[in-house]
């Protein structure tokens, strides 16, 4: 079992970065891909950034150079870093893990056993 609780989110002005974080619990963290996800109100969830047990990464078009995933194994916690935050990325941003030793990062949520509560992430324009 893994247990997800995210920080860092919250109100920024358009041009703004944030950095959100999530933090897992469990023995086999460093077994997981992870992935962060966000939704919009009335949008479906989509898929941000992930990052595999084995450091790959791979990123949605819309933040393809204003976003960073990472992870540090020893403190369990992965975090997403995003700069020249628009209007658009307002959504409730969630973490998720899949299921230990998938070694590809799939953009689907439905390939991700566990999530997080998500945290919110306003942008002002």
């Known amino acids: 079992q893994v247990q997800l609780v995210e920080s860092g989110g919250g109100l920024v002005q358009a041009g703004g970065s944030l950095r959100l974080s999530c933090a897992a619990s469990?023995?086999?963290?460093?077994?997981?891909?992870m992935g962060w996800f966000r939704q919009a109100p009335g949008k479906e969830r989509e898929f941000v950034a992930g990052?595999?047990?084995?450091?790959?990464?791979r990123y949605a078009d819309f933040v393809k150079g204003r976003a960073t995933i990472s992870r540090d194994n020893a403190q369990k916690t992965v975090y997403l870093q995003m700069n020249s935050l628009k209007p658009e990325d307002t959504a409730v941003y969630s973490c998720?893990?899949?299921?230990?030793?998938?070694?590809?990062?799939?953009?689907?949520?439905?390939?991700?056993?566990?999530w997080g509560q998500g945290t919110q992430v306003t942008v002002s324009s």
């Open positions: 469990g023995r086999t963290f460093s077994r997981h891909t």
């Open positions: 998720a893990a899949a299921p230990a030793d998938t070694w590809a990062v799939v953009p689907a949520p439905s390939r991700y056993d566990y």
């Open positions: 990052i595999s047990f084995s450091y790959n990464t």
